[in-house]
């Protein structure tokens, strides 16, 4: 068994993908580079043909049916020979150095025969045209270089929910939970964080800045405008989210109201966007969401309704209230640089 797989899902990334593996090669034989060539039209699978010639106790190479982000993220965990999982997604990168150290902790926490369930680490936002880069740290909110459960969890904040940049996972903890994500659909990062979360007993917080998210290109999923092109994507997630489990008769309080902040941060950015596309369809499927919430699971709905920012906030009435979500939506944008 490897120590570490690290699947790049690639869909036609003939562009930038070397970048990527060029990074994760110094990890060496303990670590499976697996590429998972997603239908691509152009020269990804053979780019990808070449490294697995090159590097064959490293690199290996799938190559399926396009299926979208999700399904290639479904592949890597059916096939994964790594103790540990981690996505990278193909024209984002690895720093060294600190590749390095989360290696040597896997390898330590494997040698000391214990159990870790997910390695969390912070990501730097490469914005394209941005010299000062944002990073995304979780210091302050959970414990640092130290194994912690959910009793430990008391302090994020709403902007520092865990992405799949964050989160190594252990392997077969994934197959356990039953992850499996829907084909053809975007932004399900969020459902491959969310779906694991109850399942996880240990976590382990290093903070090295280890995951570098390229974000610029205008076409890429996160672009605000490609957003708003693929709203019904994000609400399917959203439902796909809220259906997963009954928060309200979660037993653990620390890990139901993180969970409940998770949801309701996704919510919240799905609102906004269906208020910030400006037509009467949006509007309308905003009210539908929140109605199927209600129908779905009337506690949830009620405890989500009733929370400042995601259930009184985005519901200010007439265009002024709008006006005004849209406004704030704005500022947090030039904060935190998501979506643009």
Known sequence: MKLLTVTIPCYNSQDYMRHCVETLLPGGEEVEILIVDDGSTDKTGEIAEEYAEKYPGIVRVIHQENGGHGEAVNTGIR??????????????????????????????????????????????????????????????????????????????????????????????????CGLELPKHTFYVDNIYVYQPLPYVKTMYYLDVNFYRYFIGRSDQSVNEKVMLGRLDQQIRVNKIMYDSYDLSKMENPHLRDYMYQYLMIITAITTVLLIRGETKENLALKKELWQYMKAQNPKMYHHMRHELLVGRLLHMPGKTGRDCIIWCYKIAQKIFGFNS
Do not use: C
Not at 116 to 135: A, C, Q, T
Not at 142 to 158: A, C, M, R, Y
């Open 79 to 176: 096939n994964a020979s790594g103790k540990y999982l981690k996505i990278v997604d193909s024209d984002d990168w690895v720093d060294g150095p600190s590749y390095e150290k989360i290696l040597d902790l896997l390898r330590q926490v494997v040698a000391d025969g214990q159990n870790l369930d997910m390695l969390i680490s912070n990501f730097v936002y490469e914005k394209v045209g941005v010299k000062r880069k944002k990073l995304m740290n979780y210091r302050k909110a959970i414990p640092i270089g130290t194994f912690f459960s959910w009793e430990d969890v008391k302090n994020f904040k709403l902007w520092q929910y865990i992405l799949m940049h964050s989160v190594i996972y252990r392997t077969q903890l994934l197959r356990d």
